[in-house]
């Protein structure tokens, strides 16, 4: 794996490291920091700091899967629970939908890159 120079993620240190892989949200950063002009830094996990960091990208991704699975209770038992007390209508599939969109997306608050070894 090609090292780069850039802040460190984790102890915010600049020296060279492993870079964040180019996700959706490591490219917006980037993009947003062409557009206002900032010098260009690169996010990179440090020698000492990979192996912290590819923890925190595993439990993010559980997150992730939890959070899915959460969504999809919270929608069974809404419509579910409306069924079963007889005022079942299509109209609860759209705020089901809403909250388990909401749901899933709380992981994003936690998000961490992913360092490829
Ligand atoms: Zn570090």
Not at 6 to 13: D, F, K, N, T, V
Not at 37 to 44: A, F, G, R, V, Y
Request: charged fraction near 20%.
């Amino acid at each position: 794996m090609k090292k780069e120079r850039g802040i460190c993620i984790l102890c915010g240190e600049e020296k060279s490291g492993t870079p964040a892989g180019r996700d959706i949200v490591i490219s917006l950063a980037r993009k947003i920091r062409s557009a206002l002009k900032m010098k260009e830094k690169h996010t990179i996990a440090c020698g000492e700091c990979l192996a912290e960091c590819g923890k925190k990208r595993q439990r993010f991704e559980k997150m992730i899967w939890n959070y899915r699975i959460y969504a999809a209770l919270f929608f069974l038992l809404l419509l579910g629970g409306a069924f079963a007390m007889g005022n079942f209508t299509l109209w609860l599939v759209l705020p089901g939908l809403l909250g388990a969109a909401f749901i899933s997306l709380l992981p994003a608050f936690h998000y961490f890159p992913k360092f490829s070894f």
